[in-house]
């Protein structure tokens, strides 16, 4: 034993084999280390005090040290040899090795050095782990590189990994993300420190957990559950928990983990329209595959089996989406649904699964499931399905819904070798990094982005999502700029009430019909219920036309032109993407009366105008303006017009806004008349026009690239962010007051600008940080820069990084912003314009989907038969075929069919004789098709 373990001990471990591992990289062979202090935790910091003594040549300098802090035992050791280059290249990387080892000492030393092994799993410690943990692997993959500090391994490498791996390991933390695993793996593993550390500290591979013990006792507030009382009744052995919501089986293995030998199930009801419905429950490790399953139930002819959806899981198993398990067959009253079984089952020791509920799971053997089907007189189809491959068998890591909806689509996935490792972002859990290249898997990237850049956390609820500040504040932007705009066409901001009638609601039918599915109802009040169920606006024209018709007396009262900013809620049911596509939405509703057809048109075309600035001006996004097709125009209305935008990331277009010419429709129905000037009575002409929160998502897709968020200036919370390059020689303090004169410079010019102060972490970190939260223009100010006068900027969209001097910074930046908006706008539309392709001949039509083009044709009209529809489905069948898929979800919410996006104000010339792509008659304009959200 040498001098340092004996006077350490062994509850200490990590500083002494760190700062050995250190000595032994910096070449310090022989080291040894005098009366070293133990490490002491004196307010919250940790502290270690040492005498350090080399007995070999290299202490011909200096024979002893007394140092306080990690920093200084590192920087000590590594000051004996400073080629070694452990304290990196120059004195900004050494700065930042310095902030690392201390960032980390402070963050971890606490938990890596506790002998408590109890209070080491004290939650809070964890949280401290993981988030710091992220923090290393946020900031290795922005700078892309393996190590902490510049391209090669500095102490900061060294102190970190050791740290981090000790201090995980103390709090059970089972994996770090992916490439702090790496860094920390390499660290472990370099001989020296191998010889030195050992296996002492490790941290798990990503993915390896302990399996956890069943529970021994049921959970009491279960009792009330329906299956379970029935299990009850019924006498069946089994025992209950309750865990946290999961929608889908990926999410149980992900996060309810059980005893190696048990199993989750994966449960899917399948449905065909001549051999009817199937209730599938595998092993969550086995594979069903829809044309087999035809063939493995000896389904005769033709035979087209589809996932159900959630309407008919209600109707015949009484639970929904996510919440199905074996046991709810009880439910299926009619008996006209088969229990399929795994046979994998039977090979568990015990099935844990839904009882109609996914926050909770039933325990049971195989033989009490066996039993309890046997006494519900069901007779379950036992078939022998595959086990899944070694190298896919781990179900993905719980995904927010995207992953699913691109799995349904059939979209060309990542190679599974490449994703496998990968980590994933959680809902209600701090994402690491960006793990998803946006070229790699879309929804993926968006997710993490969206997440990373603190825009949406995710809720319990599906399809309705959190908005964070950093999202708000584009919207609270958006606001800023439309005001003003609609209050120069006389148009007034008023609020109506949430909650509308039946009646109300149901008085003008075409509005509603197809949209009924999507109302949600409120039918209780605490027990009792209600006389009458209310709806929760879906949209506000019946709330607000009873009022038009009210207020509207003489022509004197129009135009009435009023606006409303307001949430809504849609109940989809098609799978849900935050921002795009989402159960509650915010949005702004304008409504408006006029005298006459003409004026209720100006209004419509000054809305859609401000739409197509809102994407244009504010978000970069290019957009193509145009009139919806008879079918796809909203059928409350004479005319809608609408701004189509296009997403590269995914070939698909998504409408951006909507402004309907509603002609007299809701007048008549609402009575809204007035008295003319000659006092004959009239009826008003009406326009309504929306946008919603969806321009964020639209703006996030267009923009983003592979760090996370980038922010076109106008639309940017924050654009500009001072970041001081602190170290030791050079405090903040001694920075600040130049920050703080280039910030009020900042302002001064009218520019949303901040001074990233904070003390807690290094400069590494907040470039990152920024950069993910995609401001535009970062200033990095180092006591060089101060020397100058100048600072550095690096812009967000294109990397740059520029000198300027700070004197007249203001305009220099504004004329950036400026610069960078009108870049980012231009550079957007050129990839659109690239996918925006003319077809005249079918044949084409397919193929360009497929390049993920946007198609204008020209186009018959289609009042002689519904040629869309055609189109529909021939270019669905066209593109499944040369995929080779025979189906896809017919809940999808991105389908391979094109449909007609609009027809745009802007056609190209139409040659005499131009035939229509679909029904061959003669083509009366051009109209865009596309994939689309
Ligand atoms: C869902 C449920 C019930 C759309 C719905 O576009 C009714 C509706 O009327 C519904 N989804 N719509 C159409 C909305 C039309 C119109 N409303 C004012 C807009 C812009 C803002």
């Known amino acids: 034993m040498t001098a340092v373990e004996r006077s350490c001990g062994s509850t200490h471990p990590t500083s002494l084999t760190s700062l050995k591992a250190l000595g032994s990289i910096a070449g310090l062979s022989g080291i040894s280390f005098g009366d070293a202090a133990l490490p002491t935790q004196n307010d919250g910091v940790v502290h270690v005090e040492m005498d350090v003594k080399a007995h070999n040549a290299f202490t011909s300098k200096s024979s002893s040290y007394k140092v306080r802090g990690w920093s200084n035992v590192a920087r000590a050791l590594c000051s004996v040899s400073p080629e070694s280059g452990l304290w990196g290249n120059s004195a900004d990387e050494g700065a930042k090795v310095e902030g690392w080892i201390e960032n980390a000492a402070d963050v971890l030393a606490f938990v890596a050095y506790s002998a408590d092994e109890k209070q080491a799993k004290d939650e809070r410690f964890v949280k401290q782990v993981s988030e710091f943990s992220s923090r290393v692997e946020s900031h290795l993959s922005s700078s892309k590189q393996t190590s ?18 000790s201090a995980a390991q103390k709090v059970g933390f089972t994996s770090a993300p992916q490439q702090t695993s790496t860094l920390i793996n390499t660290v472990l593993s370099h001989p020296t420190v191998q010889s030195v550390v050992g296996d002492s500290v490790s941290l798990p591979k990503a993915g390896e957990t302990k399996p956890a013990a069943a529970p021994a006792e049921s959970d009491a507030a279960l009792a009330d559950n329906a299956i379970v009382q029935k299990l009850v009744e019924l006498g069946i052995n089994h025992r209950t928990y309750s865990h946290i919501l999961c929608v889908s089986a990926e999410e149980l293995v992900e996060n309810v983990a059980i005893p190696e030998k048990d199993t989750h199930t994966k449960n899917l009801l399948f449905k065909d329209k001549k051999h009817g419905m199937f209730l599938v429950t595998l092993k969550t490790t086995s594979d069903v595959n829809t044309k087999e399953l035809g063939k493995m139930l000896g389904l005769e002819g033709k035979v087209n089996l589809r996932l159900a959806d959630e309407k008919i899981l209600i109707e015949k198993l009484g639970c929904k989406k996510g919440c199905v398990g074996p046991l709810a067959i009880l439910n299926n009253t009619d008996k006209d649904v088969t229990l399929v079984l795994d046979e994998n089952l039977l090979k568990v020791d015990n099935i844990h699964s839904h009882p109609l509920t996914n926050d909770a799971s039933v325990i049971m053997t195989p033989d009490n499931l066996k039993a309890y089907m046997d006494k519900i007189g069901v007779e379950p189809t036992w078939l022998e399905f595959q086990e899944k491959s070694a190298a896919s068998g781990k179900a993905p890591a719980n995904r927010p819904p995207q992953e699913k909806k691109e799995k349904s689509a059939k979209q060309p996935q990542a190679p599974k070798e490449k994703n496998k490792d990968k980590k994933t972002s959680k809902k209600g859990e701090t994402l690491l990094a960006l793990q998803w290249k946006k070229s790699e898997n879309f929804p993926m990237w968006y997710s993490d982005v969206i997440v990373l850049s603190e825009m949406i956390s995710y809720y319990d609820i599906s399809g309705c999502y959190i908005l964070r500040p950093w999202s708000y504040k584009i919207w609270e932007l958006i606001q800023e700029w439309f005001n003003p705009k609609i209050y120069e066409l006389g148009v007034e901001n ?10 109300r609601l149901e008085k003008e039918k075409d509005h509603v019909e197809g949209f009924s599915p999507e109302v949600a109802w409120v039918t209780k009040s605490g027990d009792g219920t209600l006389a009458k169920p209310i709806a929760i606006r879906p949209t506000s024209e019946t709330i607000m036309y009873p009022s038009f018709s009210d207020w509207i007396k003489s022509h004197r009262d129009l135009p009435l032109k009023l606006n409303q900013w307001s949430n809504v809620v849609r109940w989809e049911f098609k799978d849900p993407t935050p921002f795009l596509r989402t159960r509650e939405f915010l949005w702004q509703e304008g409504h408006t009366a006029h005298v006459s057809h003409a004026d209720a048109d100006v209004m419509v075309m000054q809305a859609l105008g401000l739409y197509k600035g809102v994407y244009q001006d504010l978000l970069a996004v290019p957009v193509i303006p145009g009139y919806k097709t008879e079918k796809e125009k ?15 990331g995914s070939g698909r277009a998504i409408q951006g806004a909507t402004s309907h010419n509603l002609g007299q429709n809701f007048g008549k129905m609402f009575d809204i008349t007035y008295q003319d000037e000659k006092a004959q009575s009239q009826i008003a002409w009406q326009t309504s026009w929306g946008l919603t929160t969806r321009t964020i998502g639209v703006m996030v897709m267009v923009h983003g690239d592979d760090t996370g968020l980038v922010l076109p200036p106008r639309i940017a919370p924050l654009q500009a962010v001072i970041v001081p390059i602190v170290s030791k020689k050079v405090p903040i303090e001694v920075l600040s007051p130049y920050c703080e004169k280039i910030l009020a410079d900042l302002t001064g010019a009218g520019i949303r600008a901040k001074y990233d102060s904070d003390k807690n972490y290094n400069p590494g970190w907040k470039y990152n940080h920024w950069e993910q939260k995609g401001v535009p223009i970062r200033i990095e100010v180092g006591p060089r820069d101060m020397e100058k006068q100048a600072a550095r900027l690096a812009i967000r969209y294109n990397n740059d990084k520029i000198d300027v001097a700070v004197d007249g910074i203001g305009s220099i930046i504004k004329d950036k912003l400026e610069e960078i908006q009108n870049a980012m706008f231009a550079k957007a539309k050129e990839t659109r314009d690239q996918h925006l392709v003319q077809v005249t001949e079918w044949k084409d039509f397919v193929p360009n989907l497929e390049l993920n083009n946007l198609v204008l044709t020209p186009w018959c009209g289609g009042e002689h038969q519904d040629w869309e529809e055609w189109v529909k489905d021939k270019s669905r069948e066209e ?34 004789g131009t035939k229509c792509i679909a029904s061959g008659l003669p083509a009366k304009c051009w109209v865009l098709w596309g994939r689309s959200y």
């Open 148 to 165: 902490l500090v510049g391209d090669a391994p500095t102490a900061a490498d060294v102190i970190v990994s050791i740290l981090l791996a």
């Open 494 to 503: 008023a609020y109506f009430p949430l909650f509308v009638s039946k009646d």
């Open 879 to 912: 593109s499944l075929n040369s995929r080779g898929q025979e189906g896809e979800d017919e809940r999808t919410a991105t389908s391979v069919a094109a449909k007609t996006l609009c027809i745009p104000f802007d056609q190209p010339e139409l040659p005499e």
């Open 634 to 648: 909203f059928a409350g209305g004479h005319q809608t017009t609408t701004v189509e935008a296009y997403i590269p």
